[in-house]
């Protein structure tokens, strides 16, 4: 929906991209998960190591083709699929006691797509038009009266032992409300 | 607010996104206009003006 002049195919791909990294991304920590509490009881088994290293070399792909797409200008999908790619990252492996020597390595890793879903937010903004940039506006007001409402609703309940939700949910939550935004607001004007 | 983008975009043979590229603006924010979704600010309406080479009033 915003100022892109790429044709559809690139949008696609780069979202079927995104996709498949955030898959692969799952998978390398599930492969360097499985190698980890392997190697407590015995050497690391050699399966698990070429499954990390092949997840290593499909995602340096993947990233490279990425990129192509990224600088034939983004869409408002590929930053949301940053945000899912950060999420999975998280996610999978969470927990896991085994994985604790590569925790600190792999949450900084994170700082990266951060950074990167900062700067591609900025530009999109940057870029849009005057309608687009009202659309994006109003998205975001809705989901910031989401998170605040669901917030104070939590807030309201902590006293209540009521069990504590993981933080991803915050990050999730205001992810899927700012699309859902997007989505109901970019209808108004079609 | 009511416009004849759509006559002049079509006397000129014009598409949206030719438009929407012409005024440095979304395909989207084009259809918004024609469909009278959406009234345009003082600048892109100037400017659509300048496109078509006629005066504000007879958009």
Redesign the interface.
């Known amino acids: 929906?915003?100022?892109?002049?790429h044709p559809k195919s690139t949008q696609k791909l780069g979202i079927w991209l995104l996709l498949a990294l955030t898959a692969n991304g799952a998978l390398l920590r599930l492969a360097l998960s499985l190698a980890m509490r392997d190697g407590t009881r015995n050497p690391i088994p050699a399966a698990a190591i070429a499954w990390a290293l092949a997840a290593l070399a499909l995602t340096a792909s993947l990233l490279w083709l990425l990129r192509s797409v990224w600088r034939r200008r983004d869409s408002w999908a590929l930053y949301l699929g940053a945000a899912l790619l950060c999420i999975v990252f998280y996610k999978v492996g969470r927990n896991r006691p085994e994985l604790a020597p590569i925790e600190l390595p792999l949450a900084i890793l994170l700082l990266a797509p951060a950074a990167l879903l900062v700067w591609a937010f900025v530009r999109q903004v940057r870029r849009a038009?005057?309608?687009?940039r009202k659309i994006l506006f109003q998205a975001l007001a809705f989901a910031f009266v989401i998170e605040f409402s669901v917030a104070i609703v939590y807030a309201l309940l902590e006293g209540m032992d009521v069990p504590r939700p993981p933080s991803i949910l915050w990050a999730s939550l205001l992810v899927m409300s700012w699309a859902a935004g997007l989505g109901i607001f970019?209808r108004?004007?079609? | 607010m009511k416009n004849h983008l759509r006559v002049l975009r079509a006397e000129r043979d014009w598409s949206q996104a030719e438009l929407a590229e012409r005024l440095s603006v979304s395909r989207q924010t084009v259809n918004a206009i024609e469909t009278e979704r959406y009234d345009p600010s003082l600048p892109l309406a100037f400017e659509t003006a300048r496109v078509f080479e006629c005066r504000i009033e007879d958009l």
């Open positions: 929906m915003l100022n892109d002049t038009d005057e309608l687009e970019a108004r004007y079609e």
